[in-house]
């Protein structure tokens, strides 16, 4: 399961497009760096989310239904079973392609509603401060400690066998648990930049603090909300897949945690001949979709820290920008430094460069 | 110690919530607790099991919602977390009494393993930034994504089904006597091994994550510019940055150690290993609630115990948490 702790503190500069940048520069800089690792996750990801639309109809036979009565166990992969078989014959591929949208479904949702309240908790009680914001900030804490994944067994295990299972139920059952994280982070943030003096100004022509909130301070705070909305995923991911596999959630509603739970009461890992394919699909695609997000997430986090995008080139890239090959001593350079503009020497590499990486270098000092 | 102060209340009252979500999540459901679980317990229902649940539940007590309340911590503080159904009568104290040595153990030693390897390793691959170690990033990044019981199984399937190279399950030998003997502690051990590996694997690569992007940051400091300029061995120049990057690797334990709990305790699962895991397992598949319940409040508890030992690490690390004022 991913831990979010990676996240890199950010300078407040590198957040805010800084006052007078010109609308072309401003777009260069918005865009993502297009690095391998952002390329692969965007890919992954856009192929998960086509699984999760398209999968149930072209699923090839109905996951629950047995097959064959014949046989008693699992049969490894064949041209009638691309995936092979269960132990009580159902078809392995099918339940991958039905069972990712339920999967994709619940962590999307998850991560969206627990985005939102991140955003309303933590914008909120950075701005307002006082005891709003001790108040927000006990809450947000409370629920980073406490550890999530029984509380939810306790809830799901109470709720999940009165109420049918429900993805939309099941998203916002686990975004209570997933907003706290975000939350934290876009108070720091909040915080910082309640001083500055555009903000100042803001108040003092006498603008409601909702309308700072939402259209002075929330614009700058995007990336922050990106990861966050990201990690959150990640999180709905790793939990629904986890009570699943525990079976607190029917076992009849078909996800890819699902799959692991039926592999795993049928020990598929531990029979003499593995029934790898009984518990592979399932696992990797879990891992991808996760990875897919965290790669994106690595985007974000460069172009958020500047110093990351540099540790991140490759030697190739390096030697153009004209970087010392390995930095052993600080300085590593700030590429395309958002919000600093004219400083440096800018080089406009796209369509020139092999490696597809198409943003402009700014190679400046590290301050 | 103003931090520890500020934490210890923390604690107390993220304490009280849990307990506080234990006693209302029952009621929240429709209907009568007692009668609800009965319907769903489809085997064999004694008078003793629902006057049990009864007391339990506070239901027929006569009290309105805020005695039951009161009447349940009451019972708490005396140590009292009720009656398993699953083994009736056997209480819940004693089922989780047994199994939580073993997940101490195991957990205990996997987090610390996992946190040291993957700071040391953070550092390096910090310090050789731009170097074919970067490529560890990706793969780490899947480590980390991919959920723990599925590398578990994994593991089952690579290192003991097939090569044979540890065993399947459990956490001993069971053909040995349990005690301070060299055969039995060696299969302790060797049963541990497995999980404790899969354990370290899918939770250090945050820390390798969190060390390497404090580390670039920390590395562009004057002070670590100056240690360089003035001649000291290498090692220094990487254990001065070292000592002030690791500090967000320490708060965030806080953050980690919740899904860390809850991973290992599906490796646990996955391995058939006797720990908190498994009667979690138990609990869920034979509707055990109140075992279930009082699995929640131990696993939050020994999380935040390992909070306050994490704030004790970070106040002795950091001597400006240590100032008054």
Sequence with gaps: MAIPVGTTPVSPDATAPAPGVTGKRRMRMLRLPRSPKIMIGLGLAIFFVLLAVIGPYVAPYDPSASLSTTKGTPLPPSGAHWLGTTQVQQDVLSQLLVGGRSTILVSLIAGAVATVLAVLFGVTAGYFGGWVDDLLSMLANVFLVMPALPLLIVIFGFLSKSASPNDLLIGLVISITGWAFGARVLRAQTLSMRTWDYIESARLIGERSWRIMTFEILPN?????????????????????????????????????????????????????????????????????GTSLALLNFGIDEFINPRLRAAGLTGRQARRAGMPRHPRLGLTPVIASAGRNGSGTSQDRSGQDGSGSGESLMVGGPR | MRLISRRLGLYVVTAIVAITANFFIPHLMPGNPVLSLIG????????????????????????????????????????????????????????????????????????????????????????????????????????????????????????????????????????????FSGPYIASVLDHAAL??????????????????????????????????????????????????????????FSLAVGFIVSGALLTEIVFSYPGIGFILLQAISNEDYPLLQGIFLVITFAVLGANLIADFVYAFLDPRTRQEG
């Design chain 1, 221 to 289: 705070l995007i990336p922050v909300v990106a990861t966050s909305f990201l990690f959150t995923v990640i999180y709905g991911v790793g939990t629904f897949a986890a009570l699943s596999f525990l079976g607190v959630i029917s076992v009849a509603h078909w996800s890819w945690g699902t799959m692991l739970y039926w592999a795993q009461s049928a020990q598929a890992a531990q029979q003499v001949h593995i029934e790898w394919w009984w518990f592979l699909p399932a696992g990797l695609a879990l891992g991808l979709f």
């Design chain 2, 40 to 179: 769903r317990m489809q085997a064999q229902v004694s008078t003793q099991t629902i006057t049990a649940l009864e007391l339990q539940y506070g239901v027929n007590t006569r009290t309105g919602l805020w005695g039951q309340y009161l009447h349940y911590w009451a019972q708490l503080l005396h140590g009292n977390l009720g009656i398993s159904l699953s083994s009736y009568p056997t209480p819940v104290t004693t089922l989780i009494r047994g199994a939580l040595p073993w997940t101490i153990g195991l957990v205990g030693v996997a987090t610390v393993l996992s946190f040291v390897l993957g700071t040391l390793v953070g550092i390096v691959v910090a310090w050789r930034r731009g170097s074919w170690l970067d490529n560890i990033l990706p793969v780490m990044t899947f480590f980390q994504a991919v959920p723990y019981f599925f590398l578990a199984i994994l593991a089952v399937a690579l290192f003991a089904t097939k090569l044979g190279w540890f065993p399947q399950n459990s956490a001993y030998d069971i053909t040995l006597n349990p005690g």
């Design chain 2, 195 to 252: 999980p404790a590996l899969t354990i370290v694997l899918a939770s250090v690569a945050g820390w390798i994550i969190t060390m390497r992007n404090v580390m670039i940051t920390t590395m562009d400091e004057d002070y670590v510019l100056i240690a360089q300029a003035k001649g000291l061995p290498r090692s220094r120049v990487i254990s001065y940055a070292a000592r002030n990057a690791i500090l967000p690797s320490v708060s965030g």
